[in-house]
């Protein structure tokens, strides 16, 4: 028998090809056989979770464990009150979260922050000769400010696709990852006060540059951060220690029908 057409049992419970197939839906991958195996091992997974409440006696979900909400269906309040009674975790200590910061500083630095100004020649990428036509009137343009910086504002007026052109191409204060890459390489290795030397293309077309301020960032204190940290940690602890109860289960289930590739791949979501 295909796969597609083959039930999964767990114990004594079976798991149908069609809802396996009506699972498929929430698992959207690269093939339908990789689709297939993400639904049918969270269905195992959930099936465990099921015959673990019954196997403990919980037949209501506990409202002091249970995040119920208006979405969530009672399985899934019975899973949650499962996990929540079965999987303790302690709270990580101050000293866990210390270590954490000073092993990982660059994570807890405010951005850099970069003002700056630019001239857009529009052209769809894709259209080859209004792309030449963007790069040659860059190009003039750039050479005409090169000699003359000070007229940066009012040429981005007159000659700027981007709204910016009535502030004179003032961007504001922008962020990594703010505008589009190829953009930020050259803008953000300029000096301040520098003018780009050379037009920069992007999927916009044609941009002429300057960088007029750089803020660096500064580290954040550890007690701004230490909160955000425990609570980091707190759920990475959690996640392991759910994946070691579900290999527990799994290590004493008979399943049938789906061969798992690595319990702490079967971790809840």
Known sequence: ????????????????AQAVLAEMQYHPTSSAAAARYEAARALVVRELLLQAAEALGITEPDPAEAETGPEETREEALIRTVIAREVKTPKPDE??????????????????????????FAADPDDAEATARAKARAEAALARILEHPQTFADMARELSDCSSG??????????????VPEFETFLFNLEEGQICPLP??????????????????????????????????????????????????????EIHGIELQGANSLLVQ
């Open 1 to 16: 028998m295909s796969a597609e057409h083959r039930s999964v049992w767990v114990n004594e419970s079976e798991i149908t």
């Open 95 to 120: 000293a866990a979260c210390r270590r954490y910061y000073e092993n990982n500083l660059r994570r807890f630095r405010s951005e850099d922050l970069y003002q700056g100004a630019h001239i857009l």
């Open 166 to 179: 009535k502030d004179g191409g003032n961007l504001g204060q922008i962020t990594r990852g703010s505008a």
């Open 200 to 253: 920069i293309k992007s999927r916009f077309g044609f941009h002429i540059a300057r960088l007029d301020h750089r803020i660096e960032g500064r580290q954040l204190p550890f007690e701004s951060v230490q909160d955000r940290i425990g609570e980091y940690l707190a759920e990475q602890v959690w996640r392991r220690a759910v994946g070691q109860y579900i290999a527990l289960l799994i290590g004493q289930a």
